[in-house]
T-cell receptor, first 112, second 115 residues
């Protein structure tokens, strides 16, 4: 079956620190991969996505590369800000379907 | 484009009553919508797939008679939590896809508290 494994949090980082949130997946076929962000009290917002191997998704300074050989889609940001504090979800979607399989989420707290 | 609106954003109800949550695609037609549930500090779990004009497909372990889903039009799906109990208190969120687009667009979510 399809599954997403995400590093557990919470992750607490000082402002301008480098961020990595690990995500690996198991899937049949060739899924699309996503990172969603959930700010306190809000719904989910798409942060970035990649639809095929070696694609790099990027947005707001965040980036993630679809690595088929390691079945990974790690999220990185070079300089985290306090405003990045949120819960980050890694997810996959199998081709032809629009339902998502989510990881457990990683809570990030940026400190000034 | 691709806006999904969910209403209400929060609701408090008494135990034993029913609550209806609406999910609307505002600027596109969605033949399929999805309902997720999120427990505090946990991930989102798919509850059911809502299909326009036909019965919803429920995930294993989700009670069909408790969580009634109606997808009566291409822009509206509703989730009714029947005979709600405190353990149904949760964050419910819907999503919709647009045509062949692989991206899912989420509503704002509804926080349900049953007292």
């Amino acid at each position: 079956g399809n599954s997403v494994t995400q590093m557990e949090g919470p992750v607490t980082l000082s402002e301008e620190a480098f961020l990595t949130i690990n995500c690996t997946y198991t899937a049949t076929g060739y899924p699309s991969l996503f990172w969603y962000v959930q700010y306190p009290g809000e719904g989910l917002q798409l942060l970035l996505k990649a639809t095929k191997a070696d694609d790099k998704g990027s947005n707001k300074g965040f980036e993630a590369t679809y690595r088929k050989e390691t079945t990974s889609f790690h999220l990185e940001k070079g300089s985290v800000q306090v405003s990045d504090s949120a819960v980050y979800f890694c997810a996959l979607m199998n081709t032809g379907f629009q339902k998502l399989v989510f990881g457990t989420g990683t809570r990030l707290s940026g400190q000034s | 484009g691709a806006v999904v609106s969910q209403h209400p954003s929060w609701v408090i109800c008494k135990s034993g009553t029913s609550v209806k949550i609406e999910c609307r695609s505002l600027d596109f037609q969605a033949t399929t919508m999805f309902w997720y549930r999120q427990f505090p500090k946990q991930s989102l779990m798919l509850m059911a797939t809502s299909n326009e004009g036909s019965k919803a497909t429920y995930e294993q372990g989700v009670e069909k008679d408790k969580f009634l889903i109606n997808h009566a039009s291409l822009t509206l799906s509703t989730l009714t939590v029947t005979s709600a109990h405190p353990e149904d208190s949760s964050f419910y969120i819907c999503s919709a896809g647009r045509g062949g687009n692989t991206e899912a667009f989420f509503g704002q979510g509804t926080r349900l508290t049953v007292v």
